[in-house]
């Protein structure tokens, strides 16, 4: 197990990128040496690293790239178009159409059908309160819906 971790760590050092310092020296005659022990006299010290293999860094770009011809504006501005303003409208109409829809078969067949209740029955009151709160949900979604058809009209006469 040892002799693994050993493999593993020289791999590891083997791994990382050497570096080397370097000092250019200059002695009394203006005589220029390099060597690896501090200098003497005048000198600088120069970090030396190894090559990229010929790999040139990447310059950022001045600008930046204008949209294509089929970018994400002329996407969004044919997605409204096509698909989402008409998807809207057909969203609103299904919700009249249901809103207008005849109540349910329970109330107009069997023993229990409105011809058959006196007109002060529970049942009658009951059932006009659910159409009245059937109606103001109704109501209240094809509102909603209006506005979000509002607001992708908005953003489409927005756009150039």
Known sequence: MTL???AFCALALGCLAPAWAINKCTDANGKVSFQDAPCVGEGEKIDVRPTTRG????QPSAAPLAEG???AAWQRKNYLQTKGIPQARAAIERNQRECTAPPSAVAKAGPLRRGNLPSGNQF???GAEK???AKAACEERTEALREQLRVLE???AAMP
Do not use: H, K, S
């Open 131 to 133: 159409a009245a709160d």
């Open 154 to 156: 908005r953003e489409l």
């Open 124 to 126: 009658v009151q009951e």
């Open 55 to 58: 790999a040139t860094p990447v």
């Open 69 to 71: 011809a089929f970018g």
């Open 4 to 6: 693994i971790r050993y």
